[in-house]
């Protein structure tokens, strides 16, 4: 899974991005065939607040994308993972739930 992270309006120190690729590596976990995640990082130029975009891209041209703006950029990317997070489950629920099972009739 390739990892990009993309800075506008402001430079993305070294501590955000171990923590953001921290947070983003986990991502796998709840679905499993994601091919690369993009995760853009936007402050105003007063930092009075910032948000975070996160867009997955997987196979069979799923995309997957969410956003949150707040005045903590750290605090946003936790409430952004969970968004996706929550996201990526409920695909992976529905995978899991249309798949035709080999069910015998009984005479």
């Known amino acids: 899974m390739n990892i990009q992270i993309i800075g506008k309006h402001l430079d993305v120190t070294d501590a955000m991005k171990t923590k953001i690729e ?5 991502l796998p976990k709840y679905y499993n065939s ?4 993009e995760v853009i990082v936007e402050g105003n130029e007063g930092g009075a607040s910032s ?8 196979k069979h041209n799923r995309v997957f994308v969410a956003k949150q703006a707040g005045v903590d950029m750290y605090v946003c990317l936790d409430e952004v993972v969970k968004k996706i997070e929550r996201q990526l489950t409920k695909h992976k629920q529905k ?3 249309n798949k035709h099972t080999g069910v015998t009739t009984e005479q």
């Open 22 to 26: 921290e947070k983003i590596s986990k």
């Open 51 to 58: 948000s975070v975009e996160v867009i997955a891209r997987a």
């Open 95 to 97: 995978e899991r739930d």
């Open 34 to 37: 994601l091919d690369d995640v």
